[in-house]
Nanobody, 126 residues
């Protein structure tokens, strides 16, 4: 299985932007669809965005549509999440995940993904 490491989290003010990165190793990156999830304290891990193995198809959770953009660079084994117009309710630990390329990007349950990163904290101050 591929190993994933996230980076790019931090503290940002309301309305600010962040770009998260997730770099994969130990596998064939283009064999996986990739996704971002987030988990706020005391809450379940929730889907944010997904991208197909070759990057041609993306899918977003409704609250992130228009405020975020997921992309990938298969040559760099990296997936990105650009987040804009951040709100305090976006505060969470953000995780990237890898799942089989054979499944649709619209399959967004946590059990649809086989590898997870350790997470990166995003804090949005009001």
């Amino acid at each position: 299985q591929v190993q994933l490491v996230e980076s790019g989290g931090g503290l940002v003010q309301t309305g600010g932007s962040l770009r998260l990165s997730c770099t994969a190793s130990g596998g064939t990156f283009s064999a996986y669809k990739m996704a971002w999830f987030r988990q706020a304290p005391g809450k379940e891990r929730m889907f944010v965005a997904a991208i197909s193995a070759l990057g041609s198809v993306t899918y977003y959770e409704d609250s992130m549509k228009g405020r975020s953009s997921v992309s990938r660079d298969n040559a760099k084994n990296t997936v990105y999440l650009q987040m804009n117009s951040l709100k305090p309710e976006d505060t969470a630990v953000y995780y990237c995940a890898a799942g089989p390329r054979s499944t649709s990007v619209t399959r967004t349950r946590t059990t649809d993904f086989t590898s997870w990163g350790q997470g990166t904290q995003v804090t949005v101050s009001s």
